[in-house]
């Protein structure tokens, strides 16, 4: 009986090709067979893949050594080819396949830089996890721009209805590149260790999914579960600027505001007139620190670029006054304004 | 090496122009020339460690080994004699090598940036000119420096 079972068990883990759950660790397999796994899911959504990207030896998943590509993923992907989605000003037009090829192939960079920071004996380059701080944090935030296409593509029924289900598991991922760089800035060697095995283990939990049965009921709008942090950076700078405690009560880290001015001009006939200028437009808060009451000074800090830092440096010196105004989530639009002063308003 | 460079029409002008004779300067600013890559957090011969006062709010979300920018704001001379408040963007990409924040953070604290010689001299000299000092944080590995024109409100406001 015991036996029946047993071969009834290989026999339903073939057919239905599932492949294995596998260890959140930072070991030499881990590595290789996340970035085989991504390798493969890469070649899977290419123009032309060969037969030996469609029937491949594998040593990663169990008792299975060949692994055969999905037929429903080989009747779908002329579709996805064909599908263009996404206009990059670089790339040009750029198909549903290649919109998901992007996020695999950070995920396959994930993997091949993570295997240079094993030992030598253990098949790495012993290469310093602080060396490669900035090849990490330059990942984390492709593949957050990478999801954002997919996202805003509408691609949650990609892949005969899977695309819900991929995408819960790279926002996952997003997750653990916020914990896996930070833990670097930190030198937090063993939160990097537990970090990047779980990122590799959710690139591999990505590639089964492509071998699991469709979700049943269509798949409906995608919710990210979590929301990166909001980070300085590069080509940008993190622009401080102490605000009345009342300005940043219900600011919050990864809002976008824009930044208003008092401030008072000198006129042509040598006049002063206070007047408002909205200085900066569509910034995004990194860090806010609300004081206890709202007469209290706070801080809030800008992404800015080095131009519009000096400005906000100015008119942090400058004005009598700095509001911080909210913009509703997903309004990035930037408008002409005019300076508001009350000699134009009552004429 | 020379570390600071004024990239500017008038490149020969005396430091002090950038305060002195914003007229001449327009468009002036000073950054650092030499890629700081390898720099370590901590003082290295060569270098000075060179400490401003600071305000709390302004040290907040900086740590040691964070690169960062100093911004200045001072009165310039501008057209006709005439004072106008201008922003520069003084050093870039400046290693930070201590901090130290005060209680709260309207009180003053203290940044060590690693300097060389002549960069110290501009900050020394922004810390005395100066009416504000900001100090604006860089992405981690963002090292690239931009020439850039100095900030003002007749600039922007026409």
Same mark, same amino acid.
Do not use: H, W
């Given at each position: 009986m015991k036996l029946k079972i047993w071969i009834a068990a290989i026999f339903c883990a073939l057919s239905a090709q599932t492949l294995p759950a596998?260890?959140?660790?930072?070991?030499?397999?881990?590595?290789?067979?996340?970035?085989?796994?991504?390798?493969?899911?890469?070649?899977?959504?290419?123009?032309?893949?060969?037969?030996?990207?469609?029937?491949?030896?594998?040593?990663c998943h169990g008792a299975q050594t060949t692994l055969k590509m999905p037929d429903w993923l080989e009747s779908s992907l002329p579709a996805m080819r064909e599908r263009k989605l996404w206009e990059d000003p670089e790339e040009g037009k750029l198909s549903e396949a290649q919109l998901w090829q992007t996020a695999v192939s950070i995920m396959y960079e994930f993997a091949w830089k993570t295997k240079k920071t094993l030992p030598i004996a253990d098949g790495g380059s012993g290469v310093p996890i602080p060396a490669l701080e900035s090849d990490y944090n330059d990942m984390r935030l492709r593949l957050i721009m990478a999801i954002d296409r997919i996202v805003r593509s509408g691609l949650e029924t990609s892949f005969d209805g899977r695309g819900n289900a991929l995408l819960t598991t790279l926002n996952a991922v997003m997750e653990q590149m916020d914990v896996l760089t930070d833990a670097i800035a930190k030198g937090d060697e063993e939160g990097f260790d537990k970090s990047a095995g779980e990122g590799l283990k959710l690139s591999r939990g990505l590639f089964s999914q492509l071998f699991e049965a469709a979700p049943a009921a269509p798949a409906g709008k995608f919710v990210f579960k979590y929301t990166p942090q909001a980070r300085i950076l590069p080509g940008y700078r993190g622009?401080?600027?102490?605000?009345?405690?009342?300005?940043?009560?219900?600011?919050?880290?990864?809002?976008? +505001?824009?930044?208003?001015?008092?401030?008072?001009?000198?006129?042509?006939?040598?006049?002063?007139?206070?007047?408002?200028?909205?200085?900066?437009?569509?910034?995004?808060?990194?860090?806010?620190?609300?004081?206890?009451?709202?007469?209290? &000074?706070?801080?809030?800090?800008?992404?800015?670029?080095? /131009?519009?830092?000096?400005?906000?440096?100015?008119?942090? +010196?400058?004005?009598?006054?700095? /509001? #911080?105004?909210?913009?509703? &989530?997903?309004?990035?639009?930037?408008?002409?304004?005019? #300076?508001?002063s009350f000699r134009k308003l009552f004429k | 090496m020379i570390k600071l460079m004024l990239i500017c029409a008038a490149v020969s002008a005396a430091p002090s122009a950038l305060f002195a004779g914003a007229e001449k300067a327009a468009g002036m600013v000073a950054v650092s020339t030499e890629p700081a890559a390898a720099l370590p957090a901590e003082l290295v011969k060569g270098y000075r460690g060179t400490s401003i006062p600071t305000p709390g709010d302004q040290l907040l979300y900086v740590k040691k080994g964070d690169r960062v920018d100093l911004l200045v704001t001072f009165d310039g001379t501008v057209e006709k004699g005439e004072k106008e408040t201008m922003t520069a963007t003084i050093l870039q990409n400046v290693v930070v090598i201590n901090v130290l924040r005060p209680e709260k953070i309207e009180g003053v604290g203290a940044i060590e940036l690693l300097l060389n010689p002549v960069e110290a001299q501009y900050a020394a000299l922004s810390v005395a000119q100066g009416k504000n000092l900001n100090i604006s944080v860089r992405a981690p590995g963002d090292t690239e420096l931009h020439p850039m024109e100095m900030a003002s409100f007749r600039k922007l406001i026409k």
């Open positions: 596998f260890p959140a660790a930072l070991v030499p397999e881990a590595v290789n067979c996340a970035a085989e796994d991504m390798q493969v899911f890469y070649y899977y959504l290419a123009p032309e893949p060969g037969q030996n990207v469609k029937e491949r030896a594998t040593q622009v401080s600027l102490r605000v009345p405690g009342s300005q940043v009560m219900f600011l919050n880290s990864g809002d976008r +505001a824009d930044m208003l001015v008092t401030f008072e001009a000198i006129l042509g006939s040598g006049a002063k007139e206070k007047v408002t200028a909205t200085i900066l437009q569509n910034v995004v808060v990194v860090k806010v620190y609300k004081p206890g009451t709202a007469d209290e &000074a706070g801080v809030v800090q800008l992404l800015c670029n080095p /131009n519009e830092a000096q400005y906000a440096a100015l008119s942090l +010196a400058q004005s009598k006054s700095i /509001n #911080i105004i909210r913009r509703a &989530a997903g309004d990035v639009e930037l408008r002409p304004m005019e #300076i508001a | -």
